[in-house]
């Protein structure tokens, strides 16, 4: 049977299996395997309450991403979600605070996370010539498999989670022998200061699953599967992340202090010995790799999304005549991805990151409920968050509450870049001579869902 087209000329391939996975594989990075270390030094045993926190807030926020997904299921995950909402100049910030703020300098500092950690096995990959060499290798990998077709690159992706979450299940089932239960026991309630900054790092810890509808195009029966699989990739995640911390800081307790850069490693060594140690090394590359080639999955699609409504350069709206991918733009984006991975040193702009994500999440949860207001034929069947307006309440508050505990000079950085966003949009609309309008998805041909 022929794969169906979306009015953008693209293959509606991914399922809720599919979807499900790239919230997964985009949500746990290499960060987990640090992570109890950052929460146990915080928070001690009580580090579960953060876990708690984070997962309703990620959950109120995932619920109001699925409504909307379910309502538009073009191409451009959060761009196209606040650009059908509020217009293109709101859809501008997004889509540059997406696609710089949380996409390009993300996948780089996974990429260079990756060759960090090979260097501890074998030092050549400390050479930057070496290292450029296998960043281009792994991007130019990946770049054949998501030009061929998002089926494929959906397998492989499957794959890599499978990979990525087979030596996590392993720590979880054999490292409860190892749990002491004193070692679980609260000595003392944190205080509020350090509830927020665990929360903040936590927050981003849990983020990535937005990623995964940057290829809203190519889902099928997307008023069904963005629910579905946003809801189970979350579960799965969840599970996961609290597990893990249990396991942790039941088998390690007050010794997680010395093993701080690598606690599941540490618990690894524990369960089969020294080798390990090398497996779950092996396994934070795969995790780097895994999450970075979901972002050459989904994001470029912001970048077409974009170019349709001429904020972009055109070309990178062409599809591929055989493989109907948006290629150019998979090209381009892994290209940028490539520079930055050489440049190195994020530190600075991953704050801004930071702070660009949260405002990405407040945009699409006001734009939900924009929609949610203007009732249409077409959106009487679509998924709907349910308790009425108390988990966007909830989300909205979590988020602001998180923007208000960002530090004076990450405000800052975060207001600057949005500013400049801002310049570049009207300087753009300035020199523009011709402008493709948001008419043109309009005048696509539809295709029956």
Not at 80 to 101: D, H, Q, R, S, T
Not at 241 to 263: K, T
Not at 348 to 374: P, Q
Request: proline share 4%; aromatic share 12%; with cysteine.
């Amino acid at each position: 049977m022929a794969e169906r087209k979306t009015g953008e000329g693209l293959n509606r391939v991914i399922g809720v299996t599919g979807l499900a996975a790239t919230v997964v594989n985009n949500t746990i990075g290499a960060g987990i395997y640090a992570l109890p270390a950052i929460v146990s030094l915080q928070m001690g045993a009580a580090g579960i309450l953060d876990y708690a926190f984070c997962g309703l807030m990620l959950v109120a926020i995932m619920l109001c991403y699925a409504e909307i997904g379910s309502k538009v299921s073009a191409s451009g995950g959060s761009y196209i979600y606040v650009e059908k909402a509020f217009g293109p100049f709101a859809g501008f910030i997004i889509n540059w605070l997406f696609f710089v703020g949380w996409g390009i300098l993300g996948s780089a500092a996974l990429m260079n996370a990756a060759a960090d950690s090979l260097s501890g096995l074998f030092p050549l990959f400390s050479n930057p010539l070496i290292r450029a060499l296998f960043f281009f290798i792994l991007l130019g990998s990946m770049v054949w498999i998501n030009v061929r077709g998002a089926k494929q690159s959906m397998r492989v992706l499957e794959y890599l989670t499978l990979a990525k979450i087979l030596p996590l299940a392993a720590i979880i089932i054999f490292g409860f022998g190892f749990v002491k239960m004193h070692n679980l026991r609260w000595q003392h309630m944190p205080s509020i200061h350090a509830f927020g900054e665990t929360a903040l790092v936590l927050f981003y810890a849990f983020a990535g699953f937005e990623t995964s509808l940057g290829a809203s195009g190519e889902i099928k029966n997307p008023k069904r599967t963005i629910p579905l699989g946003i809801l189970l990739g979350a579960a799965m995640v969840f599970g996961f992340y609290i597990l893990i911390q249990i396991v942790a800081q039941g088998a390690l307790g007050d010794q997680m202090s010395a093993v701080r850069n690598g606690p599941l490693a540490a618990v690894a060594g524990r369960i089969i010995g020294p080798v390990g140690g090398i497996i779950l090394l092996i396994a934070a590359i795969v995790s780097s790799l895994g999450t970075t080639g979901g972002d050459v999955l989904a994001t470029p699609r912001l970048l077409f999304a974009g170019a349709i409504d001429g904020l972009f350069p055109r070309f990178l709206a062409k599809v591929h005549p055989k493989f109907a991918t948006p290629y150019w733009a998979v090209i381009i984006y892994a290209g940028l991805i490539f520079i930055s991975s050489l440049a190195g040193g994020f530190s600075d702009l991953a704050v801004m990151a930071s702070g660009a994500l949260l405002i990405i999440y407040l945009g699409v949860i006001l734009a939900m409920l924009k929609f949610r207001i203007k009732k249409t034929q077409d959106t009487a069947k679509t998924f709907k968050v349910p308790g009425g307006l108390l988990i966007p309440v909830i989300a909205i508050a979590a988020i602001i509450w998180l923007l208000v505990s960002l530090k004076y000079v990450e405000k800052i950085s975060t207001l600057i870049f949005v500013a400049v966003v801002c310049v570049i949009y009207f300087v753009m609309k300035f020199f523009q001579k011709k402008r493709v309008g948001p008419d043109v998805r309009e005048s696509m041909v539809p295709v029956e869902e």
